[in-house]
């Protein structure tokens, strides 16, 4: 990607609280691990024994090792945007080589993808499209890379938690383009994907409500109900559309 190009990516940067958090113990067990064993759960649809695996939105890569235990791809692409975060990727990447030998990292908008049609058999999308501007293209491209019958792991903060005090103290989003949980499964189908609602999950995880994190529920004082709160995160596994 050119200078030129580079400058015309509707970008949002992150915040040094937001990059540093990326590399604490609680994202990659209680949010990144969490979401991974729950998306594999959710897909019922048959995978390549050794699956190719496009990571979009990769960040620093903690991803890497744990989609490889879960998943035993024979490749695995990392992409992102944000060359700093890229750098400590690709060290994760030779980390993880010993799991997987190979691993790529790529420099690249979510937008315009830098890889060939139908080269993937999985696209593993986690908390990474509540920071894009251009969704509609990015999904576009999600789908443009699956091979037939490919899956998209999509999982992802919903508006009630993207708009709420404490995230926007600490982070920065593209306030404009957040969605609802309905609104994402919306997009997706839309975007020429499917699913039913077995592939779907809203987990209610404690750092997802910013509003006390969960401490009412703890103290007994609250017992919220699916159908009767607002959802702050939404897992789906879809399936490319024919």
């Not at 958090?21 to 064993?37: D, G, K």
């Not at 490889?68 to 060359?83: I, M």
């Not at 979510?110 to 890889?115: F, I, K």
């Amino acid at each position: 990607m050119s200078p030129s190009e580079t400058s015309r990516v509707p970008f949002v940067p992150e915040t040094a609280f937001g990059i540093w958090f990326l590399r604490t113990y609680t994202w990659e067990h209680h949010v990144l691990r969490v979401a991974i064993n729950d998306l594999k759960r959710l897909i019922d649809a048959p995978l390549p024994a050794a699956p190719v695996i496009v990571d979009v939105g990769c960040g620093q890569g903690i991803s890497f090792h744990l989609l490889a235990d879960a998943f035993k791809p024979r490749r695995l692409v990392g992409v992102d945007f944000h060359e700093p975060s890229l750098t400590l990727a690709a060290n994760a990447a030779r980390a993880c080589r010993d799991k997987l030998a190979d691993i790529d990292v790529l420099h690249g908008d979510c937008a315009q993808l830098p890889l060939p049609d139908a080269s993937a058999d999985i696209v593993f999308c986690h908390q990474t499209f509540h920071h894009l501007v251009e969704q509609d293209r990015a999904l576009a491209e999600f789908r443009r890379v699956l091979k037939p019958g490919g899956i998209l792991l999509f999982a992802e903060s919903t508006d009630a938690y993207i708009k709420s005090w404490v995230i926007r103290l600490l982070f920065r989003h593209p306030m404009h383009v957040q969605k609802s949980a309905d609104g994402y499964l919306d997009m997706i189908r839309r975007g020429g994907f499917r699913f039913e609602q077995r592939n779907v999950s809203l987990p209610y995880l404690w750092w997802s409500r910013a509003k006390d994190f969960g401490l009412l529920e703890r103290l007994g004082l609250y017992h919220p109900q699916p159908g009767k709160r607002r959802e702050t995160l939404v897992n789906v596994a879809a399936v490319k559309a024919d």
